[in-house]
């Protein structure tokens, strides 16, 4: 099967599940490219938005142990400011002009798979009722982050409503990576939607289990790997984490991702009395991500909204325990590897990081993790989905 993937972001910006799952693919033996326009924001990675590459080029990725290749066919799209709509025309001008290239090249493709419908899905819906290609999209954005963007009505970009409610219905297949997700998605788009759960991937080979140093005659220690930039502060729940740390005894707090060095994080931490066993690590590599999970005996989430974090599941594979909110999943609330709390509650949280820290990393967790979201098996539930079509 021939799979032209579709990509809302890249690396740095983001969108490690589409680079995982097209491996998968490939070690399946399918056909998988990559289509890809990063839109580049001034406010984000400021410097890139001035030297990033201009023109479109191609890359080609050989996952491990494979003999094919995945060509990754590119370019980037500074954005306009403050202007969603014509920023949404051009990425699907873009996209549609790409798209021609690439078949003239490598072929038309059986299945167009879109990650997140704004705008890979809307510029897949628009290349499959013109070339008449089944698509899917697979939807990693929650509510919350739509209403950040858009308000809780949609006053001004009603239009965006109606386009990525389009770009839903008509799909072949939206698929969402955790049950609750499909509820979030009816809530804001409506259930005139097919839609089908698959976890996103997680490299459990390479976040693999690991001992922990001996905690006798040292601090417990804490992660968090959440992005503070913007409105994530708060969607992340940084404010009751700060709080909820703070009541704790002798524990350290490692605290990684996009601006978790900036002003607004160290001027809170500023605040707390505990604030000499906070370590800011700012935005990670992947290397970097495994080394400070296997530094670390715990990984704390505060957040408001999610649909599946990858965090939490890299965290859990190399086996280490999670005290969340009630935003997590049902799929990963593991007995034994997880505590709940309500969201908001800095008590709750500070209550379920003392109760934790009971428990320890084990192989039992990070095996739960391989059997829900292993490259092979998420591979194969794709496999099943597209061959129906």
Known sequence: MHILE?????PPYGGYFC???SKALVNRGHKVGILHCQQLGMT???????????????????????????????????????????????????????FEEYIMKYGVPDILHAHCSQWAGAAAQEISQRRNIPYFITEHL?????????????????????????????????????????EDIAGLFGRNINTVTISNIVDVDFFSFKRREEKKGRKFRFC?????????????GYPTLLEAFDRCKNVELHIAGRETKGKRMRSSIAKLENKANIT???????????????????L???????????????????????????????????????????????????EGMIG???????????????????????????ERLFNKQ
């Not at 001035?50 to 370019?75: F, H, V």
């Not at 858009?150 to 409610?165: E, P, Q």
């Not at 297949?173 to 997700?181: L, Q, R």
């Not at 590599?285 to 495994?290: G, L, Q, S, W």
Request: hydrophobic fraction near 40%; glycine fraction near 4%; include cysteine.
């Open 44 to 98: 984000i990675y400021p410097w890139h938005f001035l030297t990033a590459r201009y023109g479109r080029w191609e890359e080609d990725l050989k996952p491990c142990g494979s003999n094919s290749s995945i060509t990754i066919y590119r370019t980037n799209m500074r954005g306009i400011p403050r202007n969603i709509l014509a920023n949404k025309k051009r990425y699907c001008r873009i996209i549609s002009e790409m």
């Open 300 to 350: 704390v989430m505060a957040s408001q909204s999610e649909m599946q974090p990858l965090s939490v599941m890299e965290a859990m594979s190399t086996g280490i325990p999670v005290v969340s909110t009630t935003a997590i999943p049902m799929s990963l609330r593991i007995p034994g590897a997880m505590f709940t709390v309500p969201k908001n509650d800095a008590q709750a949280l500070t």
């Open 6 to 10: 579709i990509p809302s972001f890249l």
């Open 142 to 182: 929650s509510s919350g982050i739509f209403y950040d963007n858009y308000g809780r009505t949609w006053d001004h970009d009603k239009w965006a409503k109606t386009v990525i409610s389009n770009a839903l219905e008509k799909a072949a297949g939206v698929i969402t990576v955790a049950d609750e997700s499909v």
């Open 224 to 236: 968090c790997l959440a992005n503070a930039n913007g409105s994530f502060f708060e969607l992340k």
């Open 356 to 382: 934790i820290q009971a428990i320890e990393p084990s192989e039992v967790i990070s095996k739960a993790i391989r059997n829900i979201a292993s490259p092979n098996i998420v591979a194969e539930q794709l």
């Open 280 to 298: 800011l690590h700012g935005e990670l590599t992947k290397e970097e991500v495994r080394q400070l999970l296997y530094h670390c005996d715990a």
């Open 19 to 21: 680079i995982e799952q």
